[in-house]
């Protein structure tokens, strides 16, 4: 399956900072770019979410961006507030292989 | 709320038992998906069902097995439990059986301990 992997695992900013978190993966087939938000205890959600024919996507606070030919994408949160801290993972996938998640990036929002 | 129910949302056994985890996908959905997230851990993919069928098959153990039941209910069975498989049991669902088609709907987990 996609070798998928997060960085940094854990991350840790002030209040009121930016976060981006980088997802790597390793099939060029790959055409759709989500990232998921697990609070400590909840089930994971969908934050936003990207396809292929787009290079950058934006969500109030929250943008994903895609570099296709590095096969990279990043998710970028501005102005953090305490309620972003989560697990935040990424799941890369061509129309077969929406089944693996990243390794996960654990964000602390520092009041 | 996601749509999809899990049950039981708690579940305490000891090693050696057998296990019996249900869930519905929500409403229209085809594709039903089970993920195992044990402690501090990443969501890793067990097996996807789609319309009753097995459609893709990820690090499942020989002593698991699930199956997709007419009406769309998906159950994952664990036997021979070990203290290993203490973890939260996700299921997901999709509207189609393709990945990358959209979002995957999480339901809320069910947290299995062996002792």
């Known amino acids: 399956g996609e070798n998928v992997e997060q960085h940094p695992s854990t991350l840790s900013v002030q209040e009121g900072d930016s976060a981006v978190i980088k997802c790597t993966y390793s099939?060029?087939?790959?055409?759709?770019f989500p990232w998921y938000k697990q609070e400590l205890g909840k089930r994971p959600q969908l934050i936003i979410d990207?396809?292929?024919?787009?290079g950058e996507k934006k969500d109030q606070r929250i943008a994903v961006t895609l570099n296709k030919t590095a096969k990279h994408f990043s998710l970028h949160i501005t102005e953090t507030q305490p309620e972003d801290s989560a697990v935040y993972f990424c799941?890369?996938?061509?129309?077969?292989?929406?089944?693996?998640f990243g390794t996960g990036t654990s964000l602390t929002v520092i009041p | 709320d996601s749509g999809v129910t899990q049950t039981p949302k708690h579940l305490i056994t000891a090693t050696g038992q057998r296990v019996t985890l249900r869930c519905s996908p929500r409403s229209g959905d085809l594709s039903v998906y089970w993920y195992q997230q044990s402690l501090d851990q990443g969501l890793q993919f067990l097996i996807q069902y789609y319309n009753g069928e097995e459609r893709a098959k990820g690090n499942i153990l020989e002593r698991f097995s699930a199956q997709q039941f007419p009406d769309l209910h998906s159950e994952l069975n664990l036997s021979s439990l070990e203290l290993g498989d203490s973890a939260l049991y996700f299921c997901a669902s999709s509207p189609t059986g393709l990945a990358g088609t959209g979002e995957l709907f999480f339901g809320e987990g069910s947290r299995l301990t062996v002792l």
């Open positions: 990207i396809r292929s024919n787009v």
């Open positions: 099939d060029s087939a790959s055409n759709y």
């Open positions: 799941a890369p996938s061509d129309t077969g292989n929406q089944f693996y």
